[in-house]
Every structure is written in C-alpha cells, then in structure tokens.
Nanobody, 116 residues
Framework: QVQLVESGGGSVQPGGSLKLSCAAS????????VAWYRQTPGRERGFVAL???????DYLDSMKGRVSASRDNDKNTAWLQVADVKPEDTAIYYC??????????WGQGTQVTVSS
C-alpha cells in the first residue's frame, strides 16, 4: 500500500506555469508506476501524464510539449510541470500510484485554477 499527498495547486495566470508534487509514503516509491489525472465538475477524471517506475513517460496528446512528469524515488516524490497554462487546465489534479497485481492508490487531489 502507498499513501499519496498532492501539493502545489493554487491560482495561476494564463501563460504561467505550475509544478505539482506528489509525496508518497508507506512503501518504496520505486516499485510504483505513477500517473497524473485531472477532473473538472461534471466530467470524468482524465489522464494527463505517466512517469513509470523505469522512468518511461507518456502524456496526453493535447498537452504534449508543455507538460512534463518526473520523479525522484529517493525523495519518494513525483512532480507534474505544466507550462503555458490555459483556463482549460483548471481542474483538480490527482496522482495515482499503481502496479499490476498490487493495486491502485490515489491522493486527495490539489486544485489548480487558471484565471487572470
């Protein structure tokens, strides 16, 4: 099992950048793949980025070029960076640690609001 706590959300102006953190505890962070999702009211949670336990990455097509996921297993932390933020990036962002046969765990989310 792993416990996840997201942080770094808040208000950001359009064109700015944001960096979210996902701090993990409860088990060695390096055994988990980590994905980032976001959700807006009335919509399903949607995939944003993946940083796998081997360092492999994948990103939502519409955000490629301005989104980056990273991790430091020694610090038990993963990060999501988004550049050139847009109002449509407003959402609650969640990190998800998962691995086949071991389960899937979510943090509580962090709100990001993009507004001038």
């Amino acid at each position: 099992q792993v416990q996840l706590v997201e942080s770094g959300g808040g208000s950001v102006q359009p064109g700015g950048s944001l960096k979210l953190s996902c701090a993990a505890s409860g088990s060695p962070f390096g055994i988990w793949d980590v994905a980032w999702y976001r959700q807006t009211p009335g919509r399903e949670r949607g995939f944003v980025a993946l940083i796998g336990r081997h360092g492999n990455t994948d990103y939502l097509d519409s955000m490629k070029g301005r989104v980056s996921a990273s991790r430091d297993n020694d610090k038990n932390t993963a990060w999501l960076q988004v550049a050139d933020v847009k109002p449509e990036d407003t959402a609650i962002y969640y990190c998800n640690a998962f691995r086949g046969g071991m389960g899937s765990f979510w943090g509580q989310g962090t709100q990001v609001t993009v507004s001038s």
